[in-house]
Antibody, heavy 121, light 102 residues
Framework: EVQLVQSGAEVKKPGESLKISCKGSGYSFTSYWIGWVRQMPGKGLEWMGIIYPGDSDTRYSPSFQGQVTISADKSISTAYLQWSSLKASDTAMYYC??????????????WGQGTMVTVSS | DIQMTQSPSSLSASVGDRVTITCQASQDISNYLNWYQQKPGKAPKLLIYDASNLETGVPSRFSGSGSGTDFTFTISSLHPEDIATYYCQQTTFGPGTKVDIK
C-alpha cells in the first residue's frame, strides 16, 4: 500500500525549534516530489514547498521562504519540515503529500494523516 | 504567483441536488487544475486532476471541466457523505467551498 505516515502531534513554546517527519512506503520514494501544506485552525490549505528526494531539489512558496526548511533523507524514505524558532502563528496542522508529476500533472495524490503543531507559552 | 478564486464560499443543498462550484485562475493555466475534498478532521483527498480526469476510485457523480482561467466542479447528485470542503489547486490552493446539507 502506498502511504505517507507523519510524526505525532507536538506542543512547543515560542522560540523553540522543531522538526516533523513524513515517511513514505509502498512506492519509489526518490521518484516523486513531496510537498508540505499548512492548514491553520479553521482555515484553508496553503502550499508551503516541495522537495525531490532523489536529489534534494527544493522549492518554496515565497510566503514560507526563510521561515521553514524542507529536507529529506532518501536512505530512510523520509521528508522533513523544520523550524529554528517557532512562533505562536505557526500553530497549525501540517500535511505532507506526494506530488505526481508524470501522470497527474503535479497533483497531490497521496496525503499523510497530518501533524498538529501547537505553539504556546 | 497565480491566484485562485472559488465561488461560492459555501452552499447548502438537498440530497440528490446537482452542485456546482467554480474556480478562476488569475492567468491562463491550461488544464493544470486539481480538485480536492476535505472532510472535517481528515486529510484532503484528490478527486479530479488535469481539470477533468477522475482519480481512481472516486465516484462518477464527481466531475470537472474547463481550461485556461475558468473551471467548474460538479457533483451530479449530492450524497450525505459528500459533506466537505472542496478546494481547487494549481500550485496555490483556492480558498475552498464548504458544502453542507440543507
Amino acid at each position: 500500500e502506498v502511504q505517507l505516515v507523519q510524526s505525532g502531534a507536538e506542543v512547543k513554546k515560542p522560540g523553540e525549534s522543531l522538526k516533523i517527519s513524513c515517511k513514505g512506503s509502498g512506492y519509489s520514494f526518490t521518484s516523486y516530489w513531496i510537498g508540505w501544506v499548512r492548514q491553520m485552525p479553521g482555515k484553508g490549505l496553503e502550499w508551503m514547498g516541495i522537495i525531490y528526494p532523489g536529489d534534494s531539489d527544493t522549492r518554496y512558496s515565497p510566503s514560507f521562504q526563510g521561515q521553514v526548511t524542507i529536507s529529506a533523507d532518501k536512505s530512510i524514505s523520509t521528508a522533513y519540515l523544520q523550524w529554528s524558532s517557532l512562533k505562536a502563528s505557526d500553530t497549525a496542522m501540517y500535511y505532507c503529500a506526494r506530488r505526481d508529476t508524470v501522470v497527474k500533472n503535479d497533483a497531490f495524490d497521496i496525503w499523510g494523516q497530518g501533524t498538529m503543531v501547537t505553539v504556546s507559552s | 504567483d497565480i491566484q485562485m478564486t472559488q465561488s461560492p464560499s459555501s452552499l447548502s443543498a438537498s440530497v440528490g441536488d446537482r452542485v456546482t462550484i467554480t474556480c478562476q485562475a488569475s492567468q491562463d493555466i491550461s488544464n493544470y487544475l486539481n480538485w480536492y475534498q476535505q472532510k472535517p478532521g481528515k486529510a484532503p483527498k484528490l478527486l479530479i486532476y488535469d481539470a477533468s480526469n477522475l482519480e481512481t476510485g472516486v465516484p462518477s457523480r464527481f466531475s470537472g471541466s474547463g481550461s485556461g482561467t475558468d473551471f467548474t466542479f460538479t457533483i451530479s447528485s449530492l450524497h450525505p457523505e459528500d459533506i466537505a470542503t472542496y478546494y481547487c489547486q494549481q500550485t496555490t490552493f483556492g480558498p475552498g467551498t464548504k458544502v453542507d446539507i440543507k
